[in-house]
């Protein structure tokens, strides 16, 4: 494990110096390289798909893991659209002069040596080698063992560009020991390690935030909420709850718990029932709701599970208020949404949830890189520092000062 993570840290480096031209020229040869070894990329995702039917691996969780051509050349081009960024490395985000006469810039460089740990979607490991490589960082990458090897698959390809651009492919590498002991290894490593990233369950991200000495930006989960206010446009309504919900149930920014305002409630919950029955969602809800609509008593468990799955609980609410206090309490400060009309009451509710992504009449799954305009992102920050939301090619840098003197002594 030392003798790789020297390896990396040496990388880092060369990887730092590259000129944005370059990199750019190296990550359109990765893109077409993906689509060049795509057969071979598939039949490393038969195994798994085949060792996940074996398993008895969920329904949400082959979904995240299946590639199929078009996944494959989805990977491609958001390598190509990361190509296509503004270089992150070497921006001035300020400059002034001090009192004693010299310069002062304050400029962006890469963060150094990334590790980021995953479960299940195997495109993760283009994304973050892409991501990384753009913003001049090393991706040291752990992906989930059900996942083995489509990830490995995909490392190689990357790899085979690095080589055959005379630059270590330790730049973009998988980490060597996957076990648990590995990880804990790796998370200890402050010496080589600049940034941890953990994306996965409540248990991984607990873990690694408790034993971690290398900083941590943590990709936590995603316990989403839509608000259906009073005012709310129906027909826009039903069409963002279930989009939210049923597009891809298995995905961190899906609806997990519907709020509705007691004032439409008789009105529109059995439309809401319908359109979901149509999807074949299960559907739990408070009493209230329960009067209203046919459906299971929902616990306060419920309240806090992430299902990531066709499961949706439902509670009334007295107004907006109420609405933003069940998701102070149950929320986990990923994506949060309202539906109204009333453009006091959306602003009311956009600057008093404490959320990395607030929605006004917007489905909760586009809290996603690429839809942001990032190419992909590393991981969705529920952090507060240093990043917030989708982690794109910026948030992969820090800063540091850069004084133009002519001479001075203090």
């Not at 030392?2 to 040496?10: G, I, M, S, T």
């Not at 798994?48 to 691996?57: G, K």
């Not at 651009?165 to 290894?185: H, T």
């Not at 046919?294 to 306060?300: C, E, G, L, R, Y």
Request: hydrophobic letters at 40%.
């Amino acid at each position: 494990m030392e003798v790789f993570l020297q390896e990396a840290k040496a990388s880092s480096r060369v990887i730092s110096a590259l000129s944005g031209t370059v990199k750019n020229r190296i990550l359109r040869e990765m893109a077409e390289a993906l689509r060049t070894n795509t057969d071979e990329i598939l039949k490393a995702n038969a195994l798994d798909m085949a060792d996940a039917q074996t398993n008895n691996l969920t329904s949400a969780l082959k979904d995240r893991l299946l590639l199929d051509e078009g996944r494959v050349e989805g990977m491609a081009v958001a390598i190509e659209e990361i190509a296509a960024l503004k270089d992150p490395v070497g921006r001035v985000l300020d400059g002034w002069y001090a009192d004693a006469g010299f310069k002062i810039e304050k400029v962006s460089v890469p963060i150094g040596v990334i590790g980021v740990i995953y479960e299940s979607r195997p495109n993760v490991t283009a994304d973050v080698g892409a991501l990384c490589f753009k913003s001049g960082n090393v991706a040291i990458l752990k992906g989930g063992k059900e996942a083995e090897n489509s990830n490995r698959a995909i490392a190689i390809v990357l790899q085979s560009v690095l080589i055959a651009n005379n630059i270590p492919k330790e730049a973009i590498a998988l980490l060597p020991d996957s076990s648990r002991e590995g990880v804990a290894n790796l998370i200890k490593q402050d010496a080589y390690v600049d940034l941890i990233v953990p994306r996965g369950g409540e248990a991984l991200i607990k873990y690694v935030s408790t034993n971690s000495t290398v900083p941590v930006v943590k990709h936590n989960k995603g316990l989403c909420h839509t608000y259906i206010d009073r005012d709310a446009d129906f027909d826009k309504a039903l069409n963002i709850v279930i989009n939210a919900k049923c597009r891809r149930t298995g995905i961190c920014g899906a609806l997990e718990t519907l709020l509705v305002d007691k004032a439409i409630a008789t009105e529109i919950l059995p439309r809401i029932k319908e359109a979901y029955d149509a999807q074949g969602t299960e559907i739990r809800g408070c009493e209230e709701t329960q009067n209203i609509i046919d459906i299971n008593i929902a616990t306060d468990e419920d309240y806090a599970t992430e299902y990531l799955d066709n499961i949706l609980t439902i509670k009334v609410v007295d107004g907006v208020d109420e609405a933003i206090e069940h998701i102070a309490k149950y929320g986990s400060q990923h994506s949060e949404a309202i539906v109204t009309e009333n453009y006091t009451t959306a602003e009311h509710f956009l600057n008093s949830i404490d959320a990395a992504c607030v929605y006004l009449n917007v489905s909760t799954q586009f809290t996603d890189g690429g839809e942001f305009g990032f190419g992909a992102e590393v991981g969705i920050s529920t952090n507060k520092l240093h990043a917030r939301g989708p982690m794109g090619v910026n948030e992969l840098t820090t800063y540091k000062y850069k004084i133009y003197g002519s001479g001075q002594i203090r």
